[in-house]
């Protein structure tokens, strides 16, 4: 079945973020995968997560960092990173922010995100 979604639903979360889900929990329902915009100001973190789910994240402005037992993963624009479930992770920005499109599988929700 084909369905045209009108629009993300939009999601600010603390610290200046945010979240435009085009697909997901939120907006469409969808459990098996989310697709998320997401806008973060300057100098925006995150608290560590340990989600239960994989994502997958294109840098399309600015960097984002990754923290993981591994050490810090710095993604620039026009570079990629993915996260595997079960691994602790801390996202944040470089200093003049960053937008980026994160895909979870299966899709996120607070729960699943087994933030700290």
Not at 27 to 49: R, V
Not at 79 to 86: F, L, N, R, Y
Request: charged share 25%.
């Amino acid at each position: 079945m084909v369905r045209k979604i009108e629009g993300p639903a939009r999601i600010p979360v603390p610290g200046g973020k945010l979240i435009d889900e085009h697909i997901g929990r939120v907006n469409s329902g969808d459990e098996e995968i989310s697709i998320a915009h997401m806008t973060a100001p300057p100098g925006w973190e995150e608290p560590a997560q340990t989600p239960s789910f994989a994502e997958y994240t294109v840098v399309l402005r600015g960097m984002v960092i990754v923290e993981h037992d591994g050490g810090r993963t710095e993604v620039a624009a026009g570079q990629s990173v993915v996260t595997s479930p079960g691994e602790k992770v801390r996202y944040t920005v470089g200093p003049e922010g960053a937008e980026y499109v994160a895909v979870c599988l299966p899709a996120f929700s607070p729960e699943s995100a087994g933030r700290d």
